[in-house]
């Protein structure tokens, strides 16, 4: 774990002595020496032996100060009135000290006693908490928030992976809803935030070296301008080992999914003659589907498969197969396994259900143990299969699938895989690839990346899943993809209960869906709330090009769909330009006198099909603006088709001049608005009937991604905007 | 304004007073008066001219406390030395006299110096925030919140109309995110519902009875577990009268409303044989349409249009005419609208646009006296016109639309009109109306819903908005409707700026959207978040049967789309019933061993038809479940349309045995599952394709009209269930 810091060399021998004696916990006293080792602020301390040097102590610190008897032999200090809080002056220590002293002699006369504690008495600042905790998932993490309530009742929490950057640091203090708060707030003065950053990458640091540690909270922690003290220090200690994954080199991962996805062939183990068996869905897809590779029916009790010859075991087979589909039942599955590991297969594909999902672990443990001991990598069990287009490859028993494009879906359930491919063959989505993931025994979501990543059929890889395998593995992956291509995540199960164990403060908030909301965020990650949204995301984002700016215009037909517009771009984080005056100028040349210039621009709703045409190619051509919403009203004088032709033409236009921008659309009107979207989607224009809340959802996927991915630049317009 | 308390008697003329001196706030020592008067506890004070009179006060108060001097003379009394806080035995305060009296001395030789005011120093307690403030579209607001940041930074605040019964005050308690510190956390005591309600209370009846109050601020209020004491309080004055609203008396409003929507005859002013003109569009659409009322066009320059005999003015028809539907240019309106009047006319609908919304406020306006003089019921101007189904009456310029419904529609913008008529085709939306507002410069939403209440064909009402000429009125009808039939709202312009103009702190707070949100949930409307929300809501709300009770309970096919329904049940406010151990015995009678059964109900992915049924018909006439949701999994043995075919079997054989129970489904499969959706949504039975969100919306909606409707009841399934 970790690189082994300068700090974790004195703090680990402590924290190994303390589990090695059965603790749980740190007490005070080392809590402080871990915070000392690690530059963790905490308030300053002494032991005096005497009224004078417990005044000295207390002029060093500044009052107020805190005096505590010690005592090996007094627990409890107060009761023994053996603690004097808020002392503020010479005075008030001096007698503190004689007070405590005769307090602590007659409560235990035969108790030894060593001084007086002095402690610096801070107060005043912000009250913040940072933490850390051990997630199943992602491993060492680390946690900010503000406040006692703010974090504890709205759960204003925000999480990363522990270690920590400085830059992240400083990022997660913005990622909060109470961030304005740091800044000062009804007079205060704002926190010293590169203090408080340095505070984080602490306590990152230190979790990450230290698997001893298994949660931390330093709760509260005083910010002021000056900067940052823990006053109240935890550590939980952990005596379990921390989880180790199995993990592959990119290169050997890339190794096994070549031949995965491109084959040069294919066998079908339990391919079957009879209609309604799924070893015969499978051959039939691989057939119908128009792979070009052989593909290799396997049945002891068949000649001949579509008329292709049947073999009795994958070792017969005469010819190089790089996939092994299995379609036999689950009892079955380790035997033949064991066939395509001597014949030398690298890859399976394993449909049957029967495994983990219905509570046979030990049999899923089988199959693994005789693919890794075979160096087989495997899909599943318990999955349709998957589909890769570039190679008309349909390695499924569900229908065939062939429209080609820049979409690569995964999906852990079969059920949303169904719903997949049914909107796929709906909505006329190109995809390179559907993948069923079900148990993920083996491949996951991290070797798909990893694949999708150099497969150049793939701009775009969207993502349903239930559960991560190795979180910190598939960050790492999913960070270095989506800075070129969007990745979007259905994550199913957020609502679920979670660390309901953890007995740390930190532990118990990093228990709900914050989590992976926020390491998905980092990790430039797209989250879709729903399903439908991931299949809309999916559907769109290639088709949008990446925006140059912040600056987004709504053109209307219909003022109300403007205003309904204009919420949506406020919801979906997306900024309005301010209309420069010029720009405005140019606009109203082409609008009623009492239509509406600024933004949205509202057109009004008598308008021809010119003025539709001059104001979107205005807003094209014009550098200031970078991406474009428009609202269509249905009339008599713009029919539908109309719109949609002059619209695509538009478009078109500006692409052949090199004119890139993202144009969404939204239509208002009769049923004729749904065939005129259809065909702006063929122009690669995201258009929505009865709507405007999709089209816009759709354009904010795709600047949450483009934002993430470093491709708005700093200098963006956010910062000239003042409509953010 | 109001019914003139006897608080009111004694603050008014000290507030009039203050107005009439041109004022804009009261002073600190009117506050108290204004607070004392009506039972606002503010900090016990009182002025000492002595040092043991302090002490007197001091000791009387409790400790600590603060002394300032006073002096008409000293203005800035903390630069002239004349504060001091924090006082906590007799000799501080004895020694703060005189300090104090000396310092003023030499800050301000010449000041009169009247004694020194010795005040209660409150401390400890929970931080809120209560104020009030005055909204153009509601009037006068109270508002409540926690805390300074988590007022300021997250705007967790709530708003009421004011006056404030107790019980809707302490429901304002629990109508902020930050609820759960009221009862107390991290070892706080909680505070006093009580008092704080009560306070709540007297300052709503305090500014609903005071129209010179234009904003209060109490901030903070330190709440503890004896009570409540306003450490601060701004009251900011107006010197504007009132806004006054035209009301009618709800029989007014019936009377007008049913000859506009019943009509005995038609008359079109501007009627045209001409093809491609709206007057000519408008006869079509009545005739074609089969109103059954006599027709008459309206057209000096004609004889005959479309058949019927054509008349140079309205005053020229013989037979009675109880609607005048406009379709002249904007500027003969006001003419036109006299001859209405003469005729004796009650209703006009005003489709011409070239009025307020165009800069001429002025013609609104002139339209606006002609109707008022001759007691004329308007709809418009800048409309599309209305349709009520059944008159079969389709008074409008777009394509008719007759498919009956008990839904009834209306929209502020005529872009939003076409996307409700389009949605409407495209989805077999029954209707009973769709009306269009537009500029609303005389009929309104509150209208509509007067007479949607007693409409028979009508059982939910779905209104697009913009603006609300007169919120309270609203409030006011749709909280009496919204207990018989669902009110579902689309408010558009969510994010206006809103009140930049706001003096105080609750006057800028409720400057944003949340005010709609807080007054439109008081009343029980039922928000949409977006436009397709509002349409998917009226479809469905009229087609679920109200729920028992708060459970629900999922059956699915699919483990995946199970997580993500019982996701959406907790995004919508959807409580997962917690299994009895006997249904769940039940349940598993029926699915295979590695089924689960629990909440959701997986029956797995490889079942026969008859599991589905089996398992819907149990949760069907289990009396324990209130809410069904299905998860369809697309499969060979169970296809899409054998599962819309047995579902709806067993929802009707239940309803034949009068159990009648909300069901929707999510459907995830190939293409098919659309045909099989419609099949489902024929039967009554909401289902979606390709989305786990929007059937359990849909029902969240149900829901949250029911609970408002008081149609749950306090011993609902709430607080039995363990899954909220």
């Known amino acids: 774990m970790g690189s082994g810091s300068g700090e974790a060399a004195v703090v680990r021998p402590l924290l190994q002595a303390a589990v090695a004696a059965g603790r749980s916990s740190l007490g005070a006293h080392e809590a402080r020496r871990v915070c000392e080792a690690n530059g963790i602020p905490v308030p300053q301390e002494g032991v005096a032996t005497s009224p004078e040097q ?93 406040g006692g309530v703010l974090v504890e009742v709205l759960r ?31 007079g205060a003065a704002p926190v010293n935030r590169e203090a408080l950053a340095s505070l984080l990458v602490a306590v990152s640091r230190l979790v990450a070296d230290c698997p001893e540690l298994a949660e931390v909270d330093l709760n509260p922690v005083l910010a002021d301008e000056r900067g940052v003290v823990a006053v109240d220090a935890r550590f939980l200690l952990s005596s379990e080992p921390p989880p180790v994954h199995q993990r592959f080199a990119r290169e050997e991962i890339l190794a096994s999914m070549r031949r995965l996805l491109r084959p040069r062939g294919v066998a079908v183990i339990g391919a079957s003659a009879e209609q309604g068996k799924i070893g015969n869905s499978v051959m039939r897809n691989l057939v119908d589907g128009g792979y070009g590779g052989e593909i290799y029916p396997v049945n002891p009790r068949a000649q001949e498969i579509l008329g292709r010859r049947a073999y009795a075991s994958v070792e017969e087979i005469p010819g190089e197969v790089d996939v092994a589909v299995f379609a036999i039942p689950a009892k079955l599955v380790p035997g033949a396994l064991e066939e395509v590991g001597r014949k030398g297969i690298p890859t399976a594909v394993l449909i049957p259900s029967g495994f983990a999902e219905t509570g046979n672990a030990e049999l899923q443990a089988q199959v693994q143990e005789v693919a890794r001991r075979w160096g087989v990598r495997f899909l599943g069990p318990n999955i349709y299969g998957f589909y890769y287009t570039p190679e008309k490859l349909c390695a499924t028993f569900c229908t065939p699938y062939d429209v080609k494009g820049p979409v690569a879906l995964s999906s852990q359930s079969g059920g949303i895989g169904m719903a997949i491919l049914g909107f796929a063959r709906s909505a006329h989505l190109g995809v390179s690839a559907i993948v069923g993931l079900g148990n993920k025994a083996d491949v996951d979501e991290d070797d798909l990346l990893t694949f999708f990543e150099e497969d150049d059929a793939t701009s775009c890889i969207a993502m349903h899943m239930e559960d991560l395998k190795d979180g910190r593995a598939f960050l790492e992956v999913a960070k270095r993809v989506s800075r070129m291509k969007p990745v979007i995540v259905l994550k199913a199960g957020r609502t679920s209960a979670g660390a309901t164990a953890a007995r740390s403060h930190t532990g118990a908030l990093a228990g709900d869906d914050k989590v992976y909301d926020d390491l998905f965020r ?90 539709y045409r001059a104001t979107i190619e205005l807003a ?7 991406s474009l919403v428009i609202g269509y009203w249905h009339t008599i004088i713009t029919p539908p088709m109309v719109f949609a032709e002059l619209l695509a033409d538009v478009v078109e236009a500006a692409r052949a001049k090199g004119i890139r921008k993202p144009v969404v659309a939204s239509l208002a009107g009769d049923v004729e608005v749904e065939a005129a979207c259809e065909a702006l989607f063929e122009h690669g224009i995201p258009a929505y009937p009865y709507t405007t809340e999709t089209p816009v959802a759709v354009l904010g996927a795709k600047y949450r991604w483009a934002r993430a991915a470093g491709l708005l630049g700093d200098r963006g317009a956010r910062q000239e905007s003042d409509g953010s």
């Open 54 to 146: 417990a005044v000295l102590l207390a002029e060093r610190f500044g009052y107020p100060v805190v005096a505590k008897v010690v005592s090996a032999q007094i627990l409890h200090k107060t009761e023994a009135g053996g603690v004097r809080v808020g002392l503020r002056s010479a005075a008030e220590v001096r007698a503190a000290y004689r007070e405590i002293l005769a307090s602590a002699g007659s409560y235990a006369p035969s108790a030894r006693v060593d001084g007086v504690l002095v402690q610096q008495m801070v107060s005043g600042g912000l009250e913040v908490i940072v933490g850390a905790t051990t997630d199943p998932t992602f491993g060492k993490l680390v946690a900010f928030g503000v």
């Open 156 to 186: 204003d929490v925000t999480f990363r992976l522990a270690p920590l950057g400085h830059a992240d640091a400083l990022g997660m203090l913005d990622s909060i809803a109470a961030a304005p708060v740091l800044a000062g707030v009804r």
């Open 522 to 611: 980092a990790a430039g990650v797209v989250r879709a709330p729903g399903l439908r949204d991931m299949l809309e995301y999916a559907r769109c984002l290639p088709m949008l090009p990446t925006p140059a700016g912040e600056h987004v215009v709504i053109i209307t037909g219909a003022g109300g769909s403007g205003v309904l517009l204009s919420d949506a771009c406020v919801d979906n984080g997306l900024s309005l330009m301010t209309m420069p005056p010029d720009l405005d100028a140019a606009f109203r040349q082409f609008i009623p006198p009492f239509g509406a210039a600024g933004n949205p621009v509202d057109i009004t709703g008598g308008e021809p099909p010119s003025t």
């Open 620 to 626: 094209l051509e014009d550098e200031r603006v970078h």
